[in-house]
């Protein structure tokens, strides 16, 4: 079966650094997404990896290694407005979206 | 980024009627829409994948006779509840996305329908 697994919920301190893990094991592999969902809104687009390595955009950062099937998504200089569920999604040989449970991340002040 | 709407944004009915949910792309053109259910602090759940043209593809365990979605055209796609109860209420979303050959596109997602059935 498809599966994909991240921490349930996280939490950091305002201005610090916090990496979420997303393991996953799927049919096929088209590259992976991070989208990032605040309470009650729809998930809005973060990043997307489908080689091997660190992709990074201004705060937020994203690593894929397809031979363990991993990635983080790593947050730097952290604010209030980050606090907000992180999806990790894979897109599998269908071209299909395979999605995560998400990670809550709770920053403190 | 490309702008999917979505209307209504929240909508209260009673039980047993129907209601419609309405997905644009107001910018670009969507081979393909997907409509999702989310309920509280759960993750997205696909409920069917639509192509223009075409019958759409229900997820497993996802009724088609009472979650009746019409993609008429590249810009737009609709989701009908049909005799609504309770257990119908949630967060109805749904994302587009074009898929040329050779290229991998972001999925774009609406604001979102919430769907309050009394």
């Known amino acids: 079966g498809q599966n994909i697994d991240q921490p349930t919920e996280m939490t950091a301190t305002e201005g610090a650094i916090v990496q979420i893990n997303c393991t996953y094991q799927t049919s096929g592999f088209n590259g992976l997404f991070w989208y990032q969902q605040h309470a009650g809104e729809a998930p809005t687009f973060l990043s997307y990896n489908v080689l091997d390595g660190l992709e990074e955009k201004g705060r937020f950062s994203s690593f894929l290694s397809r031979s363990k099937g991993y990635s983080y998504l790593l947050l730097k200089e952290l604010q209030m407005k980050d606090s907000a569920s992180y999806l990790c999604?894979?897109?599998?040989?269908?071209?299909?979206?395979?999605w995560g449970a998400g990670t809550k991340l709770i920053i403190k002040p | 980024g490309a702008v999917v709407s979505q209307h209504p944004s929240w909508v209260i009915c009673k039980s047993g009627t129907s209601v419609k949910i309405e997905c644009r792309s107001l910018?670009?053109?969507?081979?393909?829409m997907f409509w999702y259910r989310q309920f509280p602090k759960q993750s997205l759940m696909l409920m069917a994948t639509s192509n223009e043209g075409s019958k759409a593809t229900y997820e497993q365990g996802v009724e088609k006779d009472k979650f009746l979605i019409n993609h008429a055209s590249l810009t737009l796609s609709t989701l009908t509840v049909t005799s609504a109860h309770p257990e119908d209420s949630s967060f109805y979303i749904c994302?587009?996305?074009?898929?040329?050959?050779?290229?991998?596109?972001?999925?774009?997602f609406g604001p979102g329908t919430r769907l309050t059935v009394l």
């Open positions: 910018d670009f053109q969507a081979t393909t």
């Open positions: 999604a894979v897109m599998d040989s269908n071209y299909q979206l395979i």
């Open positions: 994302s587009a996305r074009t898929l040329l050959a050779g290229e991998i596109s972001e999925q774009f």
